[in-house]
Every structure is written in structure tokens, then in C-alpha cells.
């Protein structure tokens, strides 16, 4: 529970996206036909020529046991074609390439790793989102590690969806068992809103704690990563569908600044 990799669609201080995904598919494995010793199939199916589509013939990267090939390399150069047998396309309008090398290349099961830009509909990274909500790479390699609120509202939601602890049982929180029960007869909103709150309450508890002894093992908690209070905490039934809940909290740093939190959970009518 102490990753700092940002969980965050929106920036709570801009209220904008985090982090458009490029789309980038890094390092994938692909193989040799072993019929004409050219075409390219991605190795976890190799029915596919490409795993999705290609956006950008001047992205594309090919390394041969770790070396990068060229397109004109003498030996493996190799050309991207149309791919008109590839049908199952997740929208009309996608359209699939294949790697091709300009000459027979026989090698024995060698490591061919490609790298390309797709659409979002096939991006791995994203998982089709759209933005990066799990963690956001560096330029440099490794990931950029969030601080202040964005942090805040990190440890906010991993007190409220946290629901098992070997460890530590009491620093749970039960809504993750509310999910399927049914809304009314098993479950309210009220009980939703009561455990959200509880939750935030306990990890205000702990930061305060922590606050106490943070000075002697690196420095003062930063006053943008602690909660002050809890302004509120909502849990509705999203009218069009008696089955879903919204949840809805704002909590305070000792900065006076909000920070907001949400997600939707799924329930039984």
C-alpha cells in the first residue's frame, strides 16, 4: 500500500487529464513464418500478423536478438505491407500492415521484439482509456512519483478500496464486500457513506501518528499530504440505473486546499 504512481484520471489542482497516452507498444515479440521465412506473426497468437494496427510507418522499431535493424539493412531489411486477410477490426475503419523481410531470413526461434504506435481501441498501455491512470513513465526511463495532493487523494482512495489486510485487518474497509448485495433490504446508501467516512477517519488517525515521529526519520510530512478534514462524503443512486452507486468526497489539506475523490460502485436492485 505505498506506491506513489498516480491512480488519478484528473488532476485535482487543474481538474484536466493526466497524462495523454502516446499509444506506444514497446518491445513486442513476434516470430518468423516458417513457410516463406518472411512474414512477421506476433508470438502469443501467431495467427495475427500484427497485433493491432500500425499508426505511423516511421515509428516502427525492430530489434533482432537485441540489436536494432535498419529497413534497408542488407540482410534484414524489411517493409511494412497492407495486410488484407486481417478482418476482426474493433472499428470499420481500422486498418492492419504486416512486417515483411525483404529477403528469407533463416534463423532459428530468434528474439524479435517491434515497437509502434497504434490507435487507443488496441493500446495495451492505456488499456484503451485513453490516459495513463496508473502510473506515468519519464522521459528517461522508470516512472514519476506523485506528490501533494494527487498523493492525498492516492492514499484516500487506497483506505476506502482497500478491503484485506493480513497485516494490518483493522485498516480495511468493507466496501468491496458491499458489492452484489442488495440495495435497500441488505445494504443502504447510508451504510456506504458510513464506511467511506470511517475509512477516511482511520487514515486521518494514522497521518497523525505518523506526523508525530516523521521529523526523525526524513522530514516534515508535507502539510499538502495530510488530511485536515473530511468536508464531505455522498454515496447516490445514479437515477438511470438502480444499480450503480456514486460515491462522492472532498477532503481538506492543512494547506486549505480540496481534494476531491469518486468512484462508482455496482449493487444489486
Known amino acids: 500500500m505505498s506506491f506513489d504512481y498516480n491512480v488519478l484520471v484528473i488532476d485535482p489542482n487543474t ?17 518468423v513464418d516458417f513457410n516463406d521465412f518472411r512474414t512477421l506473426h506476433y508470438a502469443q497468437n501467431t495467427a495475427l500478423n500484427t497485433r493491432a494496427p500500425i499508426n505511423g510507418f516511421d515509428m516502427v522499431r525492430i530489434w533482432i536478438r537485441g540489436e536494432e535493424i535498419q529497413p534497408d539493412d542488407p540482410t534484414y ?74 498523493k492525498l487523494a492516492q492514499k484516500g482512495l487506497k483506505w476506502i478500496l482497500t478491503s484485506r ?58 502539510p499538502l499530504e495530510m488530511m485536515k478534514d473530511i468536508q464531505f462524503v455522498t454515496a447516490e443512486i445514479d437515477p438511470n440505473n438502480p444499480t450503480s452507486v456514486q460515491v462522492q468526497a472532498v477532503i481538506s489539506t492543512f494547506n486549505g486546499t480540496s481534494v476531491p475523490l469518486s468512484f462508482q460502485m455496482m449493487v444489486n436492485n
Open 15 to 31: 481538474q484536466q487529464p493526466i497524462g495523454a497516452c502516446d499509444h506506444e507498444q514497446s518491445f513486442e515479440r513476434y516470430v
Open 77 to 150: 531489411g524489411w517493409s511494412i505491407l497492407l495486410d488484407p486477410n486481417r478482418i476482426d477490426a474493433y472499428q470499420t475503419t481500422d486498418v492492419f500492415y504486416k512486417i515483411v523481410f525483404n529477403k528469407a531470413v533463416r534463423l532459428v526461434i530468434p528474439l524479435i521484439e517491434v515497437s509502434y504506435l497504434t490507435t487507443q481501441g488496441y493500446c495495451l498501455k492505456c488499456s484503451g482509456l485513453g490516459v495513463l491512470n496508473d502510473f506515468k513513465p519519464e522521459v528517461g526511463g522508470g516512472f514519476l512519483r506523485i506528490t501533494q495532493q494527487a
Open 165 to 222: 489486510c493480513a497485516f494490518y485487518p483493522s485498516f480495511v474497509c468493507p466496501l468491496k464486500s458491499y458489492v452484489g448485495k442488495k440495495l435497500g433490504i441488505q445494504l443502504t446508501d447510508t451504510d456506504i457513506q458510513t464506511s467511506v467516512t470511517a475509512a477516511l477517519n482511520q487514515m486521518q488517525n494514522v497521518q497523525q501518528a505518523q506526523a508525530t515521529v516523521q521529523t526523525t526519520f526524513g522530514g516534515n510530512m508535507d
